[in-house]
């Protein structure tokens, strides 16, 4: 993982500038530099394959989570919890790369792959709202585990009103199915708590019948819903075949306040970006690109800002591009391509430019 | 579980993390160097359903969100302008913990899946968290919000609160409390809980907010006449330890009724006990009730007198040794009433008796 304090590398490739001035020392010093930087590229690489490698387990312990519900067996999500913490130590410095993983779909269509998926961007929010770790990985389970009930209980939805009993009464069953399976307990309370209180996404307060008093949605269940919906539309389910990134943060922005919590969204889109890593573009110059980091969430002191990703143009020398740069004003994305991961040049691209 | 199902437990679990195991690495492999036929065979790995669609609460939102004011061509909408205002996010972030308590809302589902869908699968698990959660609660020191939770499982009728209020109060331990403690509201409702066992753990939990008059001795003085013997004793002893002017009038009322019959030997030689223990001059008291001849032949006075008979002979109250040898010698002493005084004094060792 590259910590706080790491000497950053990154720019100094960029410019194409030496960390070091003093000619005297040239020679020595321009070894030090090669083999810090192969010392550090060494270290990137083994950070590239454990962040990969945490997401796998994390597919993995909801596939297996979800199998065992199907079942007999009773399911615990102990290994989604030990997933997520693992998930979770990377989240800070690596999201741009877990959302340019997710993005590659090798596996989709798979409740597994969507609650997995729905931990992490829950985990890059509660991240970037700088929850304590506890919360963090509190609300990744809970969102890895919310469709849960559905594995037991198949078939075509049944229209539900809002607010209603019968809203009341489903996200009733909902929780009542995940109990009577699941045996742990500390992380399933979040989980109950987001499952009752499911499709009261803004801040608006519950009817107060559900609460026996007006209280508004908690904070983890309009930052699940965040993360669930956001995965949905980008995944796809039955018949819908899913959006492009894009256009699904656009239809999150287009019902904050409404449906979600119009802070949260805004904080969602910021992190991972209108075109989020691992995004195929087009840009204005016509060359192809691809999306290789997001702004970043840290530092966000402006209080509007147009979202302006850093790609790398395919093909050629591969030139990194800062679209946020002065200097880059002119150029933009033309439009996002729909070519389908086997296009795609490989997980090392969402580390950069780090591999360059 | 037998030598060798652990063992064939143990070789499942091992076969299993070797299959995770080997999931992990395909799909590691096929992100770093991805083609058609890795991605292929790893899909073909995962052995899952696909997905039909979500709830009907996520079908019903995503519809509407998908729906007509939104196009899907509409790509100008691109570049949209997020504003974020960095102090609104730090509000944001404190409404974890703002609003209704986490724990709360977990007791209000719990008892509503009690009340709507009962079971008895689920029952025994729902009291087990109940208890969970409002111990969790108390055990942060948040007595307002454990105090909610009493009231909410309370007024549901579904669930016993005394169960809870018990654990909670264990969590107290032997904790000392002041009259501003964050927990006092358990303890008070426990005082007044329509069950004995809270009560009884309540009575023991010390501390200087007993000495609050206005409270305690609202609640305490309804202990005395519990039903239960333990309670009344220790609701004694918390009058003598931080009311001793309450507990005087008490024993001075009970003796000039001189209304026996319905307490204990036991427990009217502890109060006698308390009462000579708040002041020394209250032994004089106790020795009048000795030698008083008023109804020496009614069962209740006679128990009153071998009360205060071991009352004194316990503290070695000369006086009222001489007081006791002189009726456990006089005629005019019931029969069964000289006996038992000259047991008593044989017992402290006052072999003339």
Same mark, same amino acid.
């Given at each position: 993982m590259k910590m706080a304090d790491e000497p950053d590398s990154s720019g100094l490739q960029q410019r194409g500038e030496s960390p070091v001035t003093n000619t005297e020392n040239a020679e020595p010093a321009a070894a030090v530099v090669a083999d810090t930087e192969k010392s550090l590229e060494g270290q990137q690489g083994d950070d590239e394959r454990e962040v990969i490698e945490t997401y796998a387990r994390l597919l993995v312990a909801c596939h297996n989570f979800q199998r065992e519900f199907r079942t007999d067996a009773t399911p615990t999500a102990s290994k989604i919890r030990e997933s997520v913490a693992d998930v979770d130590k990377f989240v800070a410095d690596y999201a741009d790369a877990f959302v340019g993983l997710m993005q590659t779909?090798?596996?989709?269509?798979h409740p597994f792959v969507h609650g997995a998926n729905a931990a992490v961007y829950a985990l890059i929010l509660a991240d970037a709202l700088k929850l304590c770790r506890e919360r963090r990985i509190q609300c990744a389970t809970a969102a890895a585990t919310a469709d849960a009930d559905e594995l037991t209980t198949p078939g075509p939805a049944e229209s539900v009103d809002f607010g209603d009993e019968s809203h009341r009464r489903q996200n009733l069953d909902s929780l009542v199915a995940l109990m009577k399976k699941c045996a742990d307990g500390a992380d399933l309370a979040l989980s109950l708590v987001t499952l009752y209180e499911g499709g009261f996404l803004d801040a608006q307060p519950l009817p107060s019948a559900w609460y026996d008093g007006e209280y508004a949605s908690h904070l983890a269940t309009r930052i699940i819903a965040i993360a669930r919906d956001y995965d949905l539309l980008v995944q796809g389910f039955g018949e819908f075949p899913g959006l492009n990134p894009d256009l699904a943060a656009q239809a999150l922005l287009t019902e904050m306040g409404s449906q979600y919590d119009e802070r949260l969204v805004k904080l969602f889109v910021t992190t991972i970006g209108i075109y989020p890593v691992g995004s195929l573009v087009k840009l204005s110059d016509k060359h192809r690109a691809i999306v290789i980091r997001s702004p970043a969430p840290a530092g966000r002191e402006e209080l509007f800002r147009v979202i302006r990703p850093t790609v790398k143009t395919l093909g050629g020398d591969g030139e990194i591009i800062d679209l946020s740069d002065e200097e880059h004003v002119?150029?933009?994305?033309l439009e996002l391509l729909d070519e389908k991961f086997e296009t795609h040049p490989g997980a090392r691209w969402f580390f950069s430019p780090f591999n360059d | 579980m037998s030598l060798s199902s652990s063992n064939a437990e143990g070789g499942r679990e091992s076969d299993k993390q070797t299959a995770d195991g080997e999931l992990v690495s395909r799909f590691v492999d096929t992100a770093l160097a991805p083609d058609r036929d890795a991605v292929k065979e790893l899909r073909s790995l995962f052995d899952a359903p696909s997905?039909? #669609?979500?709830n009907p609460i996520d079908s019903e939102r995503l519809s509407t969100i998908l729906g007509a004011d939104f196009k899907l061509t509409d790509r100008e909408f691109v570049g949209y302008p997020v504003g974020l205002e960095v102090d609104s996010l730090h509000a944001l972030r404190d409404e974890w913990s703002s609003g209704m308590p986490l724990e709360l809302r977990h007791i209000v589902i719990l008892l509503q899946v009690l009340k709507d869908a009962p079971g008895k699968e689920l029952s025994g698990r729902i009291h087990e968290k109940l208890k969970e959660t409002a111990v969790e609660v108390i055990a942060r020191g948040d007595g307002k919000t454990a105090d909610r939770a009493v009231a909410l499982i309370e007024d549901s009728d579904a669930v016993e609160a005394a169960p809870v209020l018990v654990a909670m109060l264990e969590v107290l331990g032997d904790d000392e409390l002041d009259k501003e403690a964050p927990e006092l509201p358990i303890v008070l409702r426990a005082l007044q809980s329509p069950a004995p066992e809270p009560k009884r753990r309540a009575l023991k939990i010390g501390g200087s907010f007993w000495d609050d008059t206005d409270k305690i001795s609202d609640i305490l003085l309804p202990l005395l006449d519990a039903q239960e013997q333990k309670i009344r004793r220790r609701a004694y002893m918390r009058l003598a330890a931080h009311h001793p002017a309450l507990l005087e009038q008490k024993v001075e009322l009970l003796l000039e009724r #001189?209304?026996?019959?319905?307490?204990?030997l036991g427990e009217l030689q502890f109060l006698f006990d308390l009462f000579a223990e708040i002041r020394q001059e209250r032994g004089g008291e106790l020795r009048k009730i000795v030698t008083s001849?008023? #109804?020496?032949?009614n069962a209740a006075s006679r128990k009153s007198i071998r009360a205060a008979a071991r009352v004194l002979l316990e503290r070695g109250d000369r006086a009222g040794i001489a007081a006791i040898e002189a009726r456990s010698e006089s005629l005019l002493t019931a029969p069964k009433l000289r006996k038992s005084l000259r047991a008593l004094l044989e017992l402290h060792g006052h072999e003339n008796g």
């Open positions: 779909k090798f596996l989709v269509e002119d150029l933009y994305i | 997905m039909e #669609g979500p #001189g209304d026996f019959e319905s307490t204990s001849s008023r #109804g020496w032949f």
